[in-house]
């Protein structure tokens, strides 16, 4: 007769990755904003409030991944690791020019009718955003180095969102220019590139036990609750200003 399980006992690494997959049905996909995006119901100036507020993320992804790499005393996670950077801060490193992510998000900004510096000064930043921008930053800085890889994991839902925006702004907003999407482009590989290392990782680390297993699904969760958040300040503001009117 077979022993029975111990309730305590690891998630086999298929069943841990299904619950980490699960987290779909949470990402700020669902989130009323961006469903509205989607459906092509947001007015210009909500659109260029969200790139605007986005922008701030985008900044400090790299900060974020400089956090990680500073904790990390694994040579072979830095290798690695120190991609997503070069991949958002851009690179000119031995006969290869990169501009990056965050030049990518600015040229966004220009298509949607923004200037450069009102997307790099950050004036138009809620300050809810930071809120929700600096939690995630300062959880990458004092939490284990394993524990900020494993908040990366929204990876898993990102190509979705991204090739959603490349599916409906065309329709939806003809009047973004098209160059500016390239942002979306280039993160549908590097979103999946980069989700390979970090799930392998999180599973392999991860899975000693369940109590590790089920810090995992609530790190994740935390992750998923920034987004969201950054999606209600970026909603509320665009709300409130809509009630204010245009200024006099």
């Known amino acids: 007769m077979n022993a029975p399980e111990r309730v305590d006992a690891p998630w086999s690494r298929e069943e841990f990755e299904a ?68 991949d958002h801060d851009g690179c000119n490193v031995g006969g290869v020019h990169d501009e990056g992510g965050i030049e990518a998000w600015i040229r966004l900004g220009e298509a949607v009718g923004l200037t450069r510096e009102d997307v790099t000064s950050l004036r138009l930043v809620s300050p809810a955003a930071r809120f929700a921008v600096d939690a995630y930053v300062n959880f990458a800085r004092r939490q284990p180095w394993q524990e900020a890889v494993a908040s990366s994991l929204t990876e898993l839902f990102a190509p979705h969102i991204h090739q959603q925006r490349l599916d409906t702004w065309p329709q939806m907003y003809p009047w973004v220019k098209p160059e500016g999407l390239q942002y979306f482009r280039n993160r549908l590989t590097q979103a999946r590139r980069d989700v390979q290392h970090g799930l392998a990782f999180t599973l392999d680390w991860f899975s ?21 958040a950054l999606a209600d300040a970026i909603m509320l503001q665009q709300c409130e200003m809509e009630i204010r009117g245009p200024k006099a």
């Open 208 to 228: 000693r036990s369940r109590e590790l297993q089920e810090r995992a699904l609530e790190i994740l969760r935390f992750k998923l609750d920034v987004l969201w």
């Open 19 to 86: 619950r980490l997959r699960a987290g779909a049905t949470s990402y700020h996909i669902h989130h009323p904003f961006h469903v509205m995006m989607a459906e092509g119901k947001l007015t210009k100036a909500q659109l260029q409030g969200w790139v605007a507020n986005r922008f701030l993320y985008q900044i400090a992804i790299p900060v974020k991944d400089a956090a990680i790499l500073s904790n990390c005393p694994d040579r072979e996670i830095r290798r690695e690791w120190i991609q997503r950077i070069l």
